[in-house]
């Protein structure tokens, strides 16, 4: 029990602390009568165990708040991550650098706004430090908001951060609510886990960004594109494929049309994996594609389930796509996918209420497509030499303007073509003998 007499003696100024260290020390130090404890004592020293460490989190930042307001770290010449951890590793093992990085940012949160906005998104920040010292949002979660917060801050429109954070909070923290007879019992609702407010605050990042800024990292993820092969077991291959979100989006919906489980003769289940059922309809897609490599496509483009606001689509406003899969596209992405892929258009009404899930629209024949060949015989565009069989069909005056899906209103674009047409806005004059763009 020394141990447990020496962290008495070092809380002593803080006796609810002291008193619950001593606590779990003598239990632990005495380990020998652990064996006294019944099965439900047990499980409730776990559960009382669980709740401390929420309230030592809490401390935690509590204390590193107080000591950043006084300057404490400056005073001994460290940074507030190198002050917590040599204060906190004086009588212990240094805390992980994560885990002191992570209650470093929670306690500055909120500390250095100004301007005009700061009052909304000093509530904003607020709601998140309420939900972490209730004990309802652990400090994992806590820190992944106030990092989204600040790193969208300097881009997002004024009052729609505050918005969706508030948003994003309530999702992510527990709920307590009564159950059973008259509600005498209470029960823990989980809210987003780490891993689901992650991929929930990317796709909320994306939206909240002007279109410019998601053009641009449009862009950049684009030029990311890799395919890699090596060696895989037993002679086969091993291939990783790394995507933007339009490109995901695209294979996406290719592979969930020839996925799915395919009944036996006898109407047996289907018995190959998703993941071997994915990777048959890879090779099936690239099988028909190199089959007529010279001849117009038999089917349509894969059909991507987009949401969008009609404003947002139109004009290019605030706002972004969302796939079925959950990919974020900007406006200009989805505009340019409409010119040449079925799009299932979804419209939503109030508290995103599905009113109606459209079928395909405005997309060209085969027909059409064959006649472009043959009056285009490839990428319109100056100077490019890409046959026709690797373009697009692009409306000139955009569908999302209300352009119409005829030979008059159309022009061959390759993929890389295309995106520069549609995000410098360019036009073009059509003849019965071909395309002249404007630059």
């Keep these: 029990m020394e141990m447990a007499a020496q962290w008495h003696e070092a809380y002593g100024t803080a006796p609810g602390l002291r008193d619950a260290l001593r606590s779990l020390l003598q239990g632990a130090g005495g380990g020998g009568e652990l064996w006294r404890l019944g099965e439900a004592e047990i499980t409730e020293a776990l559960a009382v165990v669980g709740q401390a460490r929420v309230l030592l989190d809490i401390a935690e930042v509590d204390l590193v708040r107080e000591g950043l307001a006084r300057g404490l770290p400056g005073e001994s010449a460290w940074s507030p991550t190198d002050w ?137 993820a684009k030029r990311g594109r890799s395919l890699t092969k090596s060696q895989g077991p037993a002679g086969m291959s ?107 258009p979804a419209v939503l009404g109030g508290d995103s209420e599905i009113l109606d899930l459209g079928r395909s629209v405005r997309w060209f024949t085969p027909g059409q497509k064959r006649a472009l060949w043959l009056r285009d015989g490839g990428c319109t565009y100056p100077g490019c030499t890409m046959p026709p069989q690797w373009c697009d069909a692009h409306h000139v005056a955009w569908w999302s303007r209300g352009g119409a899906t005829d030979i008059d209103n159309a022009a061959l674009l390759c993929q890389r073509h295309h995106t520069t047409v549609h995000t410098r806005d360019l036009h073009a004059s059509i003849t019965p003998t071909g395309v002249t763009w404007h630059l």
């Design 84 to 220: 917590v951890t040599r204060a906190e590793g004086e009588r212990a093992p240094d805390p992980s650098v994560r885990h002191t990085a992570s209650v470093v940012r929670v306690a500055k949160a909120g500390t250095r706004m100004a301007g005009p906005s700061a009052l909304k998104a000093a509530d904003a920040i607020n709601d998140v430090r309420a939900a972490f010292r209730e004990g309802d949002l652990p400090l994992g979660k806590a820190d992944q908001l106030v990092r989204f917060h600040a790193q969208v801050a300097p881009v997002a429109e004024e009052g729609l951060l505050e918005e969706d954070l508030g948003a994003l909070v309530a999702a992510a923290k527990d709920d307590v609510v009564a159950t059973g007879p008259q509600g005498r019992r209470r029960e823990r609702v989980r809210g987003l886990s780490e891993k689901e407010l992650g991929a929930a605050i990317t796709r909320t990042g994306r939206l909240l960004k002007p279109e410019k800024d998601i053009e641009g990292e449009d862009r950049r």
């Design 238 to 344: 091993l291939y990783r494929v790394v995507l933007d979100p339009e490109g995901a989006a695209v294979v996406d919906a290719a592979l969930a049309a020839l996925s799915g489980p395919v009944k036996g003769p006898e109407g047996e289940p289907d018995e190959r994996p998703a993941t071997q059922r994915r990777a048959d309809a890879l090779v099936e897609i690239i099988r028909r594609g190199v089959a007529a490599p010279g001849a117009e496509p038999t089917c349509e483009k894969a059909q991507v389930v987009v949401t969008i606001g009609l404003d947002d689509l139109r004009s290019g406003a605030h706002g972004a796509g969302v796939t079925a899969t959950g990919q974020v596209l900007a406006p200009s992405v989805v505009r340019k996918m409409a010119c040449d892929a079925g799009i299932v």
